[in-house]
């Protein structure tokens, strides 16, 4: 797919892999929305890109509400017209508390970005961009936890969203078999991002910001000190979009790990109670 020329919109673009996608796709050509639940941090970073004569337009998004969702796809269609590639890729962290001791709010603020974020994104941003009829993609951002729980992380609420991102992308891509709209899941592995502070942009119909100092700071440093740049992950994204690429993996993949349970799966399956069809 040619990328420039073409319109896209990225949520959580204000930092981290966000920001990296919409600059790949800005240095790409893309005509580009750049949406996040900080309302300053996203035009700060939009203006920064936009100074390098790139066609960049901020809007504030919340991408649990749908009438947020609604809202910044008027907007992006009313600046730039026509919609081609939406990049459902804001995300919040959930590790660190046992399953057990995760309070109800915690449960719904990550299913709420981490899923319905992705559901709001392909009731919208979807319909819009097959109207068109012109070649399109979506991409919605997973993770290497969307293939594996990682022990002693205690990621357990994490994982199963990514999980679900996964298996809504699975869906998705086909649903749109034999149109000319491609899907691609991003699955990287521990990128440097400020990620393990989401829970301090909350939304207020879900609690309110909340302070989780020390499981912040251990996911923090592990992040830092593993990470790769996310700048990487948006070129990783790009490449993506042109080759029609579905799992995008990329950074630090515990492979075996992954392999591992899907021989655990495949074993399963040769069961006497199994019949295969």
Same mark, same amino acid.
């Given at each position: 797919?040619?990328?420039?020329?073409?319109?896209?919109? %990225?949520?959580?673009?204000?930092?981290?892999?966000?920001?990296?996608?919409?600059?790949? @796709? &800005?240095?790409?050509?893309? *005509?580009?929305?750049?949406?996040?639940?900080?309302? $300053?941090? %996203?035009?700060?970073?939009? !203006?920064? @890109?936009?100074?390098? =004569? *790139?066609?960049?337009?901020?809007?504030?998004?919340?991408?649990?509400?749908?009438?947020?969702? @609604? $809202?910044?796809?008027?907007?992006?269609?009313?600046?730039?017209? *026509?919609?081609?590639? &939406?990049?459902? =890729?804001?995300?919040?962290?959930?590790?660190?508390?046992?399953?057990?001791?995760?309070?109800?709010?915690?449960?719904?603020?990550?299913?709420? %970005?981490?899923?319905?974020?992705?559901?709001?994104?392909?009731? !919208?941003?979807?319909?819009?961009?097959?109207?068109?009829?012109?070649?399109?993609?979506?991409? =919605?951002?997973?993770?290497?936890?969307?293939?594996?729980?990682?022990?002693?992380?205690?990621?357990?609420?994490?994982?199963?969203?990514?999980?679900?991102? #996964?298996? @809504?992308?699975?869906?998705?891509?086909?649903?749109?078999?034999?149109? =000319?709209?491609?899907?691609?899941?991003?699955?990287?592995?521990?990128? +440097?991002?400020?990620?393990?502070?989401?829970?301090?942009?909350?939304? $207020?119909?879900?609690?309110?910001?909340?302070?989780?100092? +020390?499981?912040?700071?251990? #996911?923090?440093?592990? #992040?830092?000190?593993?990470? #790769?740049?996310?700048?990487?992950?948006?070129?990783?994204?790009?490449?993506?979009?042109?080759?029609?690429?579905?799992?995008?993996?990329?950074?630090?993949?515990?492979?075996?790990?992954? *392999?591992?349970?899907?021989?655990?799966?495949?074993?399963?399956?040769?069961?006497?109670? %199994?019949?295969?069809?």
């Amino acid at each position: 797919m040619d990328i420039s020329g073409k319109t896209a919109i %990225v949520t959580g673009a204000a930092s981290g892999i966000g920001l990296g996608i919409a600059t790949a @796709l &800005a240095e790409a050509g893309a *005509k580009l929305v750049m949406a996040d639940i900080q309302k $300053d941090a %996203v035009e700060e970073a939009a !203006h920064g @890109l936009s100074g390098t =004569n *790139k066609r960049v337009m901020p809007v504030r998004i919340d991408v649990t509400q749908e009438q947020s969702v @609604l $809202d910044a796809l008027a907007e992006a269609e009313r600046n730039f017209g *026509k919609l081609h590639i &939406a990049c459902n =890729n804001a995300g919040v962290p959930m590790h660190g508390t046992r399953m057990i001791d995760v309070p109800p709010r915690d449960w719904e603020f990550a299913m709420g %970005v981490n899923i319905w974020g992705i559901i709001h994104g392909i009731r !919208h941003f979807v319909p819009a961009i097959l109207r068109h009829g012109e070649e399109g993609h979506v991409v =919605n951002t997973a993770s290497v936890a969307g293939f594996q729980n990682r022990r002693g992380t205690n990621q357990g609420p994490y994982s199963m969203s990514k999980y679900a991102a #996964l298996s @809504l992308s699975e869906a998705l891509e086909h649903e749109l078999e034999g149109t =000319n709209v491609g899907v691609s899941v991003p699955c990287p592995g521990p990128i +440097n991002t400020n990620i393990a502070r989401g829970a301090r942009n909350r939304p $207020d119909h879900m609690g309110g910001p909340q302070i989780r100092a +020390n499981d912040e700071a251990v #996911l923090a440093e592990r #992040l830092a000190t593993t990470g #790769l740049d996310p700048k990487t992950v948006g070129e990783r994204v790009v490449d993506a979009i042109r080759t029609k690429n579905f799992y995008a993996f990329v950074g630090a993949v515990p492979a075996e790990i992954i *392999k591992a349970r899907h021989r655990r799966i495949e074993d399963a399956l040769n069961s006497p109670w %199994v019949t295969h069809y």
